[in-house]
């Protein structure tokens, strides 16, 4: 399995980016996915999660939306206003995730 995340990159405050995951070797529509991000000296946590009836940390409500094409066996997150506490690597898996699955994420830098 490998979950590939791409799209990342540095952006103003108040900027958008889409961030992509290409799967393959499993197939997204088969499970609950999420994407995931990484902050320095911080720990993993999950930022939006698509199954059911969704899921985002509170911090990202209303700026970020997941989504995925089945057809694409795609995942993506789109983020606006994006602010510097967004600053991290963004990493794609399912929900919950298998620690086997984490790729190399996509940095995301927002400068103030």
């Known amino acids: 399995v490998q979950l590939q995340a791409s799209g990342g990159g540095l952006v103003q405050a108040g900027g958008s980016l889409r961030l992509s995951c290409a799967a393959s070797?499993?197939?997204?529509?088969?499970?609950?996915v999420a994407w995931y991000r990484q902050a320095p000296g911080k720990e993993r946590e999950l930022v939006a999660g698509l199954g059911g009836s969704g899921k985002y940390r509170d911090s990202v409500k209303g700026r970020f939306t997941i989504s995925r094409d089945n057809a694409k066996n795609t995942m993506y997150l789109q983020m606006s206003s994006l602010n510097a506490d967004d600053t991290a690597v963004y990493y794609c898996?399912?929900?919950?995730?298998?620690?086997?699955?984490w790729g190399q994420g996509t940095q995301v830098t927002v400068s103030s």
């Open positions: 898996n399912i929900d919950p995730p298998n620690p086997s699955y």
């Open positions: 070797g499993i197939l997204l529509r088969m499970y609950y």
